[in-house]
C-alpha cells in the first residue's frame, strides 16, 4: 500500500464506490422487471382460470370446492 500515493488510492476507492452503485442500479431495475413480469402473469394465469371455469360452468361438487362462507 505504500506504493500508493493517497491521491491514487482515493481515486480507486472512487472507483469501487461507482461500481457498486452501478451493480445496485442494475440490480433495481432488473428487479423491477422481474417484479412486473411476475405480477402480468398472474394476473393473467388468473384471468385465464376464470375463463375457463365460465366456458365451462363446473358445479362447486365437480371442482371439489367447498360452499363460500
Request: charged share 20%.
Amino acid at each position: 500500500m505504500s506504493s500508493y500515493r493517497a491521491g491514487e488510492w482515493m481515486g480507486m476507492v472512487d472507483q469501487v464506490f461507482a461500481l457498486l452503485g452501478w451493480i445496485a442500479a442494475f440490480g433495481v431495475v432488473i428487479g423491477g422487471v422481474v417484479a412486473l413480469i411476475a405480477r402480468f402473469v398472474s394476473r393473467d394465469s388468473t384471468k385465464y382460470d376464470m375463463i375457463f371455469l365460465w366456458d365451462n360452468r363446473y358445479t362447486l361438487e365437480e371442482l371439489e370446492l367447498d360452499e363460500p362462507v
